[in-house]
């Protein structure tokens, strides 16, 4: 009896496993009394059908899986209450693509079947039941269903009771939403849920619009959880949104987390040896510090042009013309191969990439058996790709090596403001400094960090404009 404690709870469970035991031998004569006993309820159908049983008592593990896609399939009349026990069982024990496969024809059914609003209250229950787990558990939107599910503003409460954060505990089965769908969401219903004061204590018995507007904006942390390739270009366009202007420091803490995991993706710690190299040596262990070796190199030949005594601006001249980009690139690359041969890093010019692609020169190093590659584009300032060269052609061909953990130099060389920039004559740009502010300016938030822009500077007054 519950009022009395004088057997402890441990050795109830071992009475009730030592009573399954002896009446299920095995999981076939499990299985047998769950098709014999709930069946029969399912097929009444029953108001309130002994599902539970499948997933509260550990005797019957062995039939979750079999028997709640089985069940899905063969009882669609049965309760919403019982459809959802059945689905909660199925998704975290069942076969993912059975479950899937369910989820599609119950969709299909019901909009082929009802394909305008009814009056009947349990269809468009059903109906939504349905077409909410078709957008958790499918991987791409459906765009029929999704308009279904955002004509009603009021259908943003299904999500918050399946999404937000004090409820994904209970919905452990259920996918995280992608960065994708939370866009879908917050696109559909922010306007439709304003911005509204929201107190610091809340609960079930919270109006509805605060409800609504605190699940927005909790939900935007989902997109955390997502990869830095598919969440930050739905974050580019949510930061770009008027609309989401009171979520901006949100958006903004989640964006510099995304960038930071996205160059922290590839990086492999140095090794033991490889730090006494880096102290004792200063010997290069990364591409991070490849990187910052070259533009080192690079801001020493800006000062070697400067104030130098062997004029070396004058090598990018000829017969008083300013040489092409190839010409001044194989200055800079030879400049740089002798000054990094020594630390064993190769400087190598037009270097081949996979398929048709070539960098204008890259540096390598063998580190920890492993090459480790830095590619560099370089650009004149008057090419007329200037300012979309460094996300169009340095990231997307050339830095996606594997060996580069996606960074790069993109390199301009300045020969003066009389020189045409991106193919415009008229560019008011007086300086190289100039230049490098603008070509940053356009440069993409994901990329900074992983580019760096460089700006030579080999304009025949150009120490006097520094």
Request: glycine content about 4%; charged content about 30%; hydrophobic content about 35%.
């Amino acid at each position: 009896h519950r009022g009395y404690h004088s057997v402890s709870k441990e050795e109830r469970d071992a009475l009730q496993t030592e009573i399954d035991r002896l009446i299920f031998p095995d999981s076939e004569s499990a299985e047998k009394y769950l098709r014999q006993y709930v069946e029969p309820q399912l097929a009444q159908p029953c108001p309130h059908p002994e599902i539970g049983i499948l997933s509260r008592q550990e005797v019957f593990r062995h039939s979750r899986a079999k028997l709640s896609i089985e069940w899905l399939r063969r009882f669609p009349d049965v309760s919403l209450n019982s459809v959802d026990t059945l689905f909660e069982i199925a998704a975290q024990y069942g076969d993912r693509e059975n479950l899937k496969e369910i989820i599609a024809e119950r969709c299909s059914e019901m909009m082929s079947g009802w394909p305008n609003p009814t009056e009947n209250e349990d269809i468009e229950r059903k109906r939504i039941f349905w077409l909410v787990r078709e957008f958790y558990f499918m991987e791409n939107i459906a765009d029929t269903y999704w308009a279904w599910l955002k004509s009603d503003k009021n259908n943003l409460l299904h999500f918050y009771e399946r999404s937000r954060r004090m409820n994904r505990s209970e919905h452990r089965a259920w996918a995280e939403l992608a960065s994708i769908k939370v866009e879908a969401i917050l696109d559909a219903f922010i306007e439709h849920w304003p911005r509204v004061d929201l107190p610091d204590s809340w609960g079930s018995d919270s109006p509805e619009e605060e409800k609504a507007y605190r699940f927005l904006t909790d939900l935007i942390w989902s997109i955390n959880s997502d990869t830095p390739d598919d969440a930050i270009p739905v974050l580019d366009r949510l930061l770009n949104d008027p609309r989401f202007t009171n979520l901006h420091k949100e958006l903004q803490s989640i964006y510099a987390d995304q960038i930071r995991k996205k160059a922290l993706r590839d990086f492999e710690p140095p090794t033991p040896d490889e730090i006494v190299q880096r102290l004792d040596c200063d010997s290069v262990v990364t591409v991070e510090g490849l990187r910052q070796l070259v533009l080192q190199e690079l801001h020493d030949f800006q000062k070697a042009i400067d104030g130098g005594e062997f004029n070396s601006a004058d090598r990018f001249y000829e017969k008083n013309e300013r040489l092409d980009e190839v010409k001044s690139t194989e200055i800079i690359a030879e400049r740089l191969s002798l000054r990094l041969q020594p630390q064993g890093i190769a400087i190598t010019p037009e270097h081949q990439l996979k398929g048709q692609n070539r960098s204008d020169f890259t540096a390598s190093k063998l580190i920890g058996g492993r090459r480790r590659l830095l590619v560099t584009e370089v650009k004149g300032q008057w090419h007329r790709e200037l300012y979309s060269a460094a996300s169009a052609q340095l990231y997307d061909r050339y830095s996606i090596h594997p060996d580069a953990e996606q960074q790069g130099i993109f390199l301009v060389i300045w020969f003066g403001e009389n020189e045409t920039v991106a193919g415009r004559k008229n560019h008011g740009i007086k300086t190289a400094q100039e230049l490098k502010i603008s070509i940053e300016a356009v440069l993409p938030v994901d990329l900074r960090g992983l580019i760096d822009v460089f700006v030579l500077d080999v304009s025949r007054n150009g120490a006097h404009q520094r």
